[in-house]
């Protein structure tokens, strides 16, 4: 599994957000600019963050992006799953999946465990950690 470009562009802003000491707006240019973000990718990027309710938008001269949770409620696996969807190391592994080896299969096994450590892993990453922020 590798992370696409979307979800570690979401990660970086994200955590660009956590960093601001007002928690105000940030305009989305001044963030494109520091991380070098494409503006229209980064604005797909951010709707996915904000159809997840991570993120708060608004428009206007001193408008921009912020977090709408506290950094301390945000976890990788949070920015991740919204941009990405759940994770699934196999497609069997999926929500609804179908396979008629599914309850035999000691591969399925296997990997169901590992996915469930990657997410636990994710889940106990939150922003304010990759910050440096006392919690």
């Known amino acids: 599994m590798q992370l696409t470009r979307q979800a570690e562009y979401a990660v970086w802003i994200m955590l660009e957000l956590s960093l601001q000491p007002t928690k105000g707006y940030l305009a989305v240019h ?4 520091r991380y070098a973000i494409p503006i229209a990718f980064l604005q797909k990027t ?8 991570l993120l708060e938008a608004q428009r206007g001269p001193h ?63 939150r922003l ?3 910050a440096g922020a006392e919690p």
């Open 128 to 130: 304010d950690d990759l």
């Open 30 to 33: 001044e963030i494109a600019n």
């Open 63 to 125: 408008g921009g992006l912020r977090l709408k949770k506290e950094p301390s409620r945000v976890s990788l696996l949070d920015i991740i799953t919204a941009v990405e969807g759940d994770i699934a190391l196999n497609p069997c592994l999926r929500a609804g999946a179908r396979c008629p080896r599914m309850k035999a299969c000691k591969v399925r096994e296997a990997l169901s465990r590992i996915q469930e450590m990657l997410a636990r892993e994710l889940a106990s990453h």
């Open 46 to 53: 951010a709707r996915l963050l904000l159809k997840a309710g």
